[in-house]
């Protein structure tokens, strides 16, 4: 069975620094992997994904993320944080597996922006 | 844009109440899920559909049920409300794993 880890409960960065997310999953195969953003009082909005290809992925909001197989990451990036990036972050994995294609959170990351 | 819409965004029962909560879903997803979310455990599964009238559990399914009589609705019931089953809901669909999944907003319930 897959899991997810997210080693960091809570961030703290300042406007305008660069931001790094973890992210360790256990799988045997390559997995699908996510990353989701909920803003407070909201649902969760898909951000990026990665199933296969280049391992860097670009997504929404001006977020990245790179597979490393050899380190089970799929750590997220954004070079320079928005105040409106405050919110927490979920990354999630999937396995393919007809009938049963689920996928899997880690406990989350909440990000706090300080000007 | 997919839309999920989950029925209620706050309810409040009563311990020992039917409780329904529902969610529709208007891209024709064959995928349905329910998810409960707390605080430090993240997003839990609870079932999960593939079809109409099938369902799977998930992690976390006991004190729960759920309906699926059409594909784009699925109802997450809780047969007897009891306070440890207050949280936040969430409801998601999809299409295939490789899409990932769409959430509704979530229903906030509390269970006094």
């Known amino acids: 069975a897959q899991s997810v880890t997210q080693p960091d409960i809570h961030i703290t960065v300042s406007e305008g620094a660069s931001l790094e997310l973890r992210c360790n999953y256990s799988?045997?195969?390559?997995?699908?992997l996510f990353w989701y953003v909920q803003s407070p009082g909201q649902g969760l909005q898909l951000l990026l994904k990665?199933?296969?290809?280049?391992?860097l992925v670009q997504g929404i909001k001006g977020f990245e993320a790179e597979f490393k197989r050899s380190q089970s990451s799929f750590n997220l990036r954004k070079p320079s944080v928005h105040w409106s990036d405050a919110a927490e972050y979920f990354c999630?994995?999937?396995?393919?597996?007809?009938?049963?294609?689920?996928?899997?959170f880690g406990t989350g990351t909440r990000l706090t922006i300080i000007p | 844009d997919v839309k999920v819409t989950q029925s209620s965004r706050y309810l409040v029962k009563r311990t020992g109440e039917k409780v329904f909560l529902e969610c529709v879903q208007d891209?024709?997803?064959?995928?349905m899920f329910w998810y409960r979310q707390d605080p430090g455990l993240g997003l839990r599964l609870i079932y999960f559909?593939?079809?109409?009238?099938?369902?799977e559990k998930g992690d976390i399914p006991e004190g729960y049920s759920v309906s699926r009589e059409k594909k784009e609705r699925f109802s997450l019931i809780l047969e007897s409300a009891s306070t440890n089953q207050t949280s936040m809901y969430l409801c998601?669909?999809?299409?295939?794993?490789?899409?990932?999944?769409?959430f509704g907003q979530g229903t906030r319930l509390t269970v006094v």
């Open positions: 891209m024709d997803h064959e995928n």
């Open positions: 998601a669909s999809g299409s295939s794993i490789e899409a990932g999944a769409f």
């Open positions: 559909s593939y079809d109409v009238k099938m369902k």
């Open positions: 990665y199933f296969s290809g280049d391992t």
């Open positions: 799988y045997g195969a390559t997995p699908y």
């Open positions: 999630a994995v999937g396995a393919p597996n007809f009938g049963n294609e689920k996928l899997t």
